[in-house]
């Protein structure tokens, strides 16, 4: 069983930066994926970046360049740093663990305004 707590969501205007974390109930190394994911009202989560256990990264085409996702093993942490935010970016962000199946956290709400 993994349990994961999203924070540090927030209001920012457009153009700003937020750093979002995600923790983790036990080791996250024995998590072979973890990613961050967003939604918007009325429309289905949307994939926004994944970080694999061995380090290698993928981001969403909308994010790529502006955000980065990283992890901290020793903290059992992984963190969604987004930069030069967009009002597009307003979503709630929820972080994900695969280890067998999904887990999802509760989510932590961004709003980034114009």
């Known amino acids: 069983q993994v349990q994961l707590v999203e924070s540090g969501g927030g209001l920012v205007q457009a153009g700003g930066s937020l750093r979002l974390s995600c923790a983790a109930s036990?080791?996250?190394?024995?998590?072979?994926?973890m990613g961050w994911y967003r939604q918007t009202p009325g429309n289905q989560r949307e994939w926004v970046a994944t970080?694999?256990?061995?380090?290698?990264?993928n981001y969403a085409d909308s994010v790529k360049g502006r955000f980065t996702i990283s992890r901290d093993n020793s903290k059992n942490t992984v963190y969604l740093q987004m930069n030069s935010l967009k009002s597009e970016d307003t979503a709630v962000y929820y972080c994900?663990?695969?280890?067998?199946?999904?887990?999802w956290g509760k989510g932590t709400l961004v709003t980034v305004s114009s």
């Open positions: 994900k663990a695969f280890r067998f199946r999904d887990y």
């Open positions: 036990g080791t996250i190394l024995s998590i072979p994926v």
């Open positions: 970080i694999l256990s061995g380090g290698s990264t």
